[in-house]
């Protein structure tokens, strides 16, 4: 199993002292160069080549996105994009949110092992440290995850499990748009 996780897009800044902020973090949208940035993005993962010039078309089976508007856009410019053709949302995905408790969900699921690809859109730094424990098994803050970015890691089955995944991909925005 393949399991992909993308930050959100740029959003509108949450500094109300700012000229284009929002005062409450859950409704923060992605700005309009954000909204761009990451229609750029779905369009690479589907013409993503290889270096012998295959072509890969990156898709995902699933989406699972934070609730949060700058996440749920980001994830549905992916479905608009046909990049997935199912989008789900979860609660535990918010920030500072709780990666036993998805585990445990995804872990569950009864349709988990017709899922080979997917992918959860969220947050900093819920996603770099979920990497890491995911990796690793522990959290070091080495990794950082950037607005667009996407980190891959492989699992020998489709459970996911702390401490058994391989990182398959870390692509910054930058090289995806």
């Not at 408790?101 to 899922?115: E, F, T, V």
Request: with cysteine.
């Amino acid at each position: 199993m393949y399991l992909y996780l993308i930050r959100h897009g740029i959003a509108i800044d949450p500094d109300p002292l700012t000229l284009d902020s929002i005062a409450d973090d859950e409704s923060r949208p992605l700005t309009k160069i954000g909204r761009k940035k990451i229609a750029q993005v779905a369009d690479c993962l589907k013409q993503i080549h290889s270096h012998k010039g295959a072509r890969l078309g990156l898709t995902f089976d699933l989406i699972i996105t934070s609730p949060l508007i700058r996440a749920k856009q980001t994830a549905d410019i992916f479905i608009d994009k046909q990049v997935s053709p199912k989008l789900e949302i979860a609660q535990d995905l918010k920030p500072m949110g709780n990666l036993p408790a998805w585990l445990m969900n995804w872990n569950a699921r009864s349709d988990r092992n017709s899922i080979s690809t997917l992918a959860i859109v969220g947050h900093e730094p819920n996603l770099s440290e979920w990497t890491e424990l995911l990796l690793f098994g522990k959290v070091s803050h080495q990794l950082i995850l950037k607005k667009g970015g996407m980190i891959g890691l492989k699992f020998p089955g489709n459970q996911i499990e702390i401490g058994t995944a391989q990182l398959y991909c870390l692509i910054p925005p930058k090289y995806l748009s």
